[in-house]
Structure formats: structure tokens, C-alpha cells
């Protein structure tokens, strides 16, 4: 493992005691480099390795089936701990009380933490590091290159970022070790009585949309490679065909992981070269370039995050006619005069998701429909929070940040409402894809639903 992935938080006391993972956003077992740096750590003091997961009250909106998505892949992640050996503790409450009464009990002496960019999460850390006086390592397990290797401020956009991953991929796409078992079998925590939770959290249980894991997500991941990665170059823009991934939910929840999925990828790079690269561009570039953009950009979710030029047009054009102005429940409710959009938040609201290139088409019609770009940009970041599976991520900011404020994009000649703000027309969709048939198949999705 590259130790590059690892920083160290907080120098804490030095004594013999457990270690504990506390796992946020890296929600698996294999091909985390987060559990197996704590596994290492734990083997070379001697000492028992424990994994903890805290389960907030609320987060950032997120409904109920985000919720069960999470936490049926939680339970799958209790097993495969299970037969390794270490115990899995489910938490509940807010951080800065679970967390340091957790490292009370069992005397930890290191804890080990995903990195995550999103402020809440910072905050939670913040609040935690306060009550400790062990001794705290953050790991980046989520991009391929950790974001602090790739780029010590926040980058002007993907050609400028792009060069910088590329360099580090030889060193960091490595393979990863094989986990073994904890010699401590006498260390017992006792397991979540998940039936129980489920009846507590889900007096009636959401439908979901997939299959939720790392089983699942692997399981996609052969599908993909299988049946639509050889057309993926060619109509991965084309939302009325199904030709993309289906693994943002895996991705989002750390179900997976991105450098297990650019690994497997790449196996099929002389057969399907053009789709392989399209691909990797938009896993490992376009994601690593919205982390850098989350972790560096205090204002990611409001419009203080544009770029100077985008802030000074949009105020430019604040006073412009708006022929549509509609409420957040028209909209939630998918009631707008426009088919296209109609579908996008249908999509959204059955599947959980909506196609990449139809999300863009989505944001841009929210700015056009509501009063002010902060309007616009907290409404769809509701929305987008709310209803998407990939929900609450640093891609999911940045994309809207990208639609509403150019955001990593260049200045477009000046029009109305969006002044320089690149556009995105009803018609200019038109031309790309067939709008009824992306429809249609929103419609079959929704009676599925």
C-alpha cells in the first residue's frame, strides 16, 4: 500500500490499546485501502482491530430508501467482517458523542477515518478530534490518486487536473493485498439486530431501485462490462439507450471501489480502447476533479463557489424576463411545461438517478425557472439530495455547480437569464438523442416503480 493515501490527524498518546476503524463513506470490506491500513497497524502492535459504523438521524435530507440502499449493504459488510474476525459496532447518534464513547470503552489507542470533503462530515471529525487523545490517520480510499497527492489547491478544470492524475496512475492503480484473518477470535462486539432496525427505521419499506452491496455492485460491474461497455464510446450520451455504468449508487456509498472497477476496466482497453478511455475519463478525471473541487472550495454548494466571471454575469442578468417561474413542489412534482424535464424528474424519482447527460439539461432548466441563481442552485441540490441514490456527493455538487455557474466550464456568448453561462435547449437535446424515446423509457421506469 502507498502510504501517500494515509495523513495523520491528530499525534495522540502513545500506549497499547485497540484499533478502531470508523468507517464513513468506504461502506466495503475488500479493496479498501482505509481497513487495510488499520489491519496493518493493528497486526503490528499486536492489538485487535475494530470497525465501527455511526448511523445519523438525518443526512443532508437523504429519504428513506437511501437509507435501506446503505444499510443492506451494512449488513452484508458485518458478515465478510464476521469470517475475518472483527467486529463490526453500529452506532447511532450524532459523532462527537458515539464516537469518543466508543474509544473510551474499548481503549483505542489509533483511529483510523475515511476522508470526505463534504462540510457536515469535516464538522463531525472537528467535534470528535475535540473529546480524543488518541492517536487519528485519515485515509483516501475513495479516488484512485488521493486527493492531496494530485493537487494541493483547487484545480480551474479538467485539463488542468487531468495531467496531474495521469502522471500519479502508474503508482496508485496498484493491486490490492488480500485481507487476512484477525488472530484476536476472544474479541466479540454483539452484531446489529438488523430486522429489528429495519422495522424501527421502515414502518413501511421503501422500494429500491437495485440491488444494494458489494455482491450487487460487483454483479453490475460484469453486466457493464459485458453488454454495454462496448457501446459505451458511442451512446454513453444517449439517455434513451442503456448504455452507461448503473454503478454511481456502488461508487457513492463505497459499496465498491473505483480502483477495483478502473482495474477490471482496463482489462478490456485493446479490445474496446475508445469506450475504455471515455470511460476512465469519467471515473477517475471527472470524479478526482469534483472531490479536489469539494475539498478545496469552501463554497461548493453556493453560488460564492462560481468562478468570478459566472457570479458577475448571472448578477448581470438577475432582472431578465423569466417566462416560467415555477414553485419547488411543481417541480418535485414534475409539472412543468416541458416533456424532457418532466421525464429527467420522473426518472429521478422512480430510479433514483437521472441519465448524466439529461441531469445537465435538468440543473440548467432550474436556473432558468427560478427567481436567482441561490434559488436555483439550493433547489437543485434538494432535489438532487433528496431523490438521487448518488445524493450528498461531491459529484453531484460539482455537476450542479457546473449547470448553474460555470463551474470548471469557459464562458459562452452572453443570452438571457444565464448570461455567459453555457445553455442547454430543448432543442439542442433534440439533436443528440430522441427525446420520445428517452420518454418512453422514463414511463416504463415508472410503472416498474
Known amino acids: 500500500m502507498d502510504r501517500r493515501r494515509v495523513r495523520l490527524v491528530k499525534a495522540g498518546r502513545r500506549r497499547k490499546g485497540p484499533i478502531l476503524y470508523w468507517m464513513q463513506r468506504e461502506q466495503r470490506v475488500r479493496e479498501n485501502w482505509a481497513l487495510y491500513f488499520a489491519l496493518v497497524l493493528a497486526k503490528e502492535s499486536d492489538v485487535p482491530l475494530y470497525v465501527c459504523f455511526n448511523l445519523v438521524p438525518d443526512f443532508l435530507g437523504a429519504l428513506p430508501r437511501a437509507y435501506l440502499f446503505m444499510l443492506e449493504g451494512l449488513r452484508e459488510v458485518e458478515g465478510e467482517l464476521a469470517e475475518l474476525h472483527i467486529p463490526f459496532v453500529f452506532l447511532r447518534g ?22 470526505n470533503p463534504l462540510k457536515i462530515v469535516r464538522a463531525w471529525k472537528r467535534e470528535v478530534l475535540e473529546h480524543l487523545t488518541a492517536t487519528v490517520f485519515e485515509v483516501d480510499a475513495r479516488n484512485v490518486v488521493p486527493v492531496w497527492v494530485t493537487s494541493p489547491k483547487k484545480e480551474y478544470g479538467a485539463f488542468t487536473i487531468r495531467r496531474k492524475i495521469h502522471r500519479h496512475l502508474p503508482e496508485f492503480l496498484e493491486e490490492f493485498p488480500k485481507l487476512g484473518k484477525q488472530p484476536f477470535r476472544g474479541v466479540t462486539h454483539r452484531a446489529c439486530d438488523w430486522e429489528r432496525l429495519f422495522l424501527e427505521l421502515f414502518p413501511e419499506k421503501p422500494k429500491l431501485p437495485c440491488t444494494p452491496g458489494y455482491t450487487a455492485g460487483m454483479r453490475m460491474l460484469r453486466e457493464f462490462l459485458e453488454e454495454r461497455l462496448p457501446h459505451y464510446a458511442e ?115 422512480s430510479a433514483g438517478r437521472i441519465h448524466n447527460y439529461v441531469r445537465m439539461y435538468w440543473a440548467k432548466k432550474i436556473l432558468e425557472w427560478s427567481e436567482n441563481e441561490e434559488e436555483a442552485l439550493r433547489r437543485a441540490i434538494d432535489l438532487n439530495d433528496r431523490y438521487a441514490l448518488d445524493g450528498r456527493d461531491p459529484n453531484g455538487y460539482t455537476g450542479i455547480a457546473w449547470a448553474t455557474g460555470g463551474v470548471h466550464d469557459r464562458p459562452f456568448p452572453e443570452r438571457e437569464i444565464f448570461g455567459k453561462v453555457r445553455p442547454m435547449t430543448l432543442e439542442q437535446c433534440a439533436r443528440k438523442f430522441s427525446v420520445e424515446k428517452y420518454i418512453a423509457r422514463v414511463e416504463d421506469l415508472s410503472k416498474d416503480s
Open 94 to 115: 450524532q459523532p462527537k458523542n458515539t464516537i469518543p464513547d466508543l474509544v473510551r470503552d474499548l481503549e483505542v489507542s489509533v483511529l483510523v477515518m475515511d476522508f
Open 235 to 349: 451512446k454513453r450520451n444517449d439517455p434513451a439507450v442503456l448504455a452507461t455504468s448503473l454503478l454511481s449508487p456502488y461508487l457513492h456509498f463505497g459499496q465498491i471501489s473505483a480502483q477495483k472497477v478502473a482495474r477490471e476496466v482496463l482489462r478490456f482497453r485493446e479490445k474496446y480502447s475508445e469506450s475504455v478511455d471515455a470511460f476512465l475519463e469519467q471515473l477517475i478525471v471527472r470524479r478526482e476533479l469534483a472531490e479536489n473541487f469539494c475539498t478545496y472550495e469552501e463554497h461548493y454548494d453556493t453560488p460564492l463557489g462560481f468562478p468570478r466571471w459566472a457570479q458577475e454575469t448571472l448578477k448581470a442578468h438577475r432582472t431578465d424576463n423569466r417566462p416560467y417561474l415555477y414553485t419547488l413542489e411543481e417541480l418535485e412534482s414534475a409539472k412543468t411545461h416541458d416533456p424532457l424535464w418532466n421525464a429527467a424528474q420522473r426518472e429521478l424519482l
